[in-house]
């Protein structure tokens, strides 16, 4: 079976800043608004994670797991997560307020509880269907053309065992679940880093 033919209906996408907590539709604030302590000036240091699947569907949940997982690792940090049970439109407003983003999913293509990371470029769709628009290169593209700016992003996948009904991880997938959150941590950390010792003045935000 096919993983598009497995995603559940599309749902309300549920926000939680790691800051607080907090759960809220993304269209409730506008640019101007403070978020969770960080004003619009700050934006710009943000990181955005956002992890999507259907959390009925067995290992199409992993994404909602680690999202989850990591808005409790990294509370208090400039750091917002996502959940949700696919890509949507309205994600690129949020994609172009921050600096950096992880997407994670899991995936049908490989052996089950491989992990699978890659870099993230904007590519405009080429059709006008709802499911090219709504991939992470589509909505960093959406991003730059709707608000000027996208952010630099990767995408981690881990191959699924099942998607049948089940609302628990196959093994292999649960195994592989602490890795992914260990991953996207580091590569949060060295992003940090980076933009530590990035010469002040020096624009490093990718507006490609």
Avoid at 45 to 73: F, K, M
Avoid at 107 to 129: C, Y
Avoid at 182 to 207: C, F, M
Wanted: aromatic share 4%.
């Amino acid at each position: 079976m096919k993983r598009s033919e497995v995603r559940g209906p599309k749902s309300e996408v549920q926000k939680t800043k790691a800051e607080g907590g907090t759960t809220e539709s993304p269209r409730s604030k506008s640019s101007g608004q403070v978020d969770g302590g960080l004003r619009t000036s700050d934006l710009g240091r943000r990181t955005l994670i956002v992890g999507y699947g259907n959390p009925l569907r067995s290992d199409d949940a992993l994404g909602w797991h680690a999202s989850r997982l990591l808005a409790e690792t990294l509370a208090g940090k400039e750091v917002e997560v996502i959940t949700c049970h696919q890509l949507t439109p309205e994600l690129a407003e949020p994609l172009s307020q921050c600096r950096r983003a992880v997407f994670i999913d899991a995936d049908a293509e490989g052996k089950p509880g491989e992990i699978h990371r890659r870099t993230v470029r904007p590519q405009a769709p080429t059709s006008s269907s709802f499911a090219h628009a709504c991939t992470p290169s589509g909505l960093l593209a959406n991003a730059k053309q709707l608000y000027g700016r996208r952010p630099q992003a990767i995408v981690v996948t881990v191959t699924a065992q099942s998607f049948e009904f089940g609302d628990t991880l196959s093994p292999v997938v649960s195994a592989a679940l602490p890795k992914v959150v260990e991953q996207v941590l580091k590569w949060v950390e060295d992003s940090y880093v980076k933009d530590a010792i990035q010469p002040r003045g020096t624009k490093t935000r990718n507006l490609g």
